[in-house]
């Protein structure tokens, strides 16, 4: 009896675990597929919104954003106060913005004029080569920086570099959903070249960052559409 209790809460706690893993949206997939990618500070909060002051499509606006509400195995990085600084990735829904992805990667903070995008944004095969001695405990702390509350083992940017870099790979490429309302990270998609291959290698060699978000389509790609 007491062997078939523990089987059985062993299992409960294995399912308990699972069901907290959440695979993040790949950053080209949300520099691509988002309707808005900006950044800028909240100006106001309420019950269900914050306000974010931020460019949008080169004018100065105030952006009314669903709140993140959360979900199992992700998290944001404190709650909402005026003047955080925030870089976003949004979708409309029924006319108000939300969040593109389901986790809390579709809203970066920024601290210190400086943001960090967390390594599960990129695909694993990205990684070993951003690592090439492997990803060893000390490649690992290097790459760790406080956020908040967290921890994240990431890539530290400026936002204007981030922001600058998913312009660039936009020019450069269109993403194509094969189905509505899905993710490119996960499912199979189309892309093409809005650029001749001599303009998007030029664009590739100066950002380092979209280069790495075009190696993760082409990888993406292959793996979801086999």
């Known amino acids: 009896m007491r062997v078939t209790f523990y089987c059985l809460l062993f299992v409960l706690l294995t399912q308990t675990v699972a069901a907290q893993v959440y695979d993040p949206v790949k950053l080209f997939d949300m520099a691509s597929c988002a309707e808005v990618a900006t950044y800028g500070t909240i100006s106001k909060v309420d019950e269900k919104f914050y306000y974010l002051e931020c460019f949008n499509h080169g004018k100065l606006s105030t952006l009314k954003v669903q709140k993140y509400i959360g979900r199992s195995g992700s998290y944001r990085f404190a709650k909402y106060e005026v003047g955080q600084k925030l870089f976003v990735f ?57 956020v908040g509350t967290k921890k994240v083992f990431g890539l530290r940017f400026a936002p204007r570099y981030l922001y600058e870099s998913i312009q660039a790979f ?22 093409f070249n809005r650029l001749t291959r001599e303009k998007t290698d030029a664009i590739n060699r100066k950002s380092k960052l979209a280069r790495l978000m075009f190696m993760d389509m082409e990888d993406a790609q292959l793996r979801n559409c086999k």
Request: charged share 15%.
């Open 90 to 146: 949004l979708k409309r829904v029924n006319g108000e913005y939300q969040l593109y992805s389901q986790g809390i990667e579709s809203e970066i903070p920024i601290i210190h004029d400086s943001l960090v995008v967390d390594m599960n944004c990129f695909i694993p095969k990205t990684l070993v080569m951003l690592a090439p001695r492997g990803l060893t405990a000390e490649y690992r702390l290097t790459q760790t920086f406080q």
């Open 170 to 191: 936009n020019n450069c490429y269109q993403v194509i959903l094969k189905r509505p309302n899905t993710y490119p990270s996960f499912t199979c998609f189309n892309f």
